[in-house]
C-alpha cells in the first residue's frame, strides 16, 4: 500500500466521526430557521427529532461496529443478543415518541420527521466534502 492509499484510508475512515459531529451543528444551525419560518411546535418537533436522530446514528454506528467486532474478531464486550436488542429499542423509542407527538400535534410531528432527517443532510455534507477532498487531493 502506497502513502497515497494510506491517506486516502485514514481520510475515508473517518467519515463516520465527521458526519455524528456534524449533525448537531446542522441541527442548531437550521433550528433558527425552522423558528423563523414555521410555529414553534414545528420547531419542537424539529429539536425532538434531531436529538433522536443524533443518537440514533450514533448508537447505530457503535452497535454495527460491536457487532462487526464480535463476529470477525471475538472480543466485543457486548452480547450479540444485546446488540440486536439496543438496536430494536431506538426503534421502538422512535415509534413511541411519533405516536406522542402525533397525539399532540400534527404540526409537530411534521417537525419530527425534518429533525429524523438531519442524517440524511450530514451524509450529503459529508459526501460535497469529500468529493471536495477527492478532487483536491486525487484521492
Known sequence: MTIHDQAAETFY???IT???????ILAIGVLPLVLWRWPWRVAAGYAVGAVLSIYNFWSLSRSVNALADRITVGQSHESGGR???????????????AYA??????AALYGLFGG?????????????????IALRRGF
Open 13 to 15: 475512515s473517518g467519515a
Open 18 to 24: 465527521r458526519i455524528v459531529r456534524l449533525m448537531p
Open 83 to 97: 446488540i440486536v436488542g439496543l438496536l430494536l429499542l431506538r426503534y421502538l423509542l422512535i415509534g413511541a415518541v
Open 101 to 106: 407527538i402525533f397525539k399532540g400535534s400534527l
Open 116 to 132: 429524523l432527517a438531519l442524517p440524511v443532510a450530514a451524509l450529503g455534507c459529508e459526501a460535497a466534502f469529500e468529493l471536495y
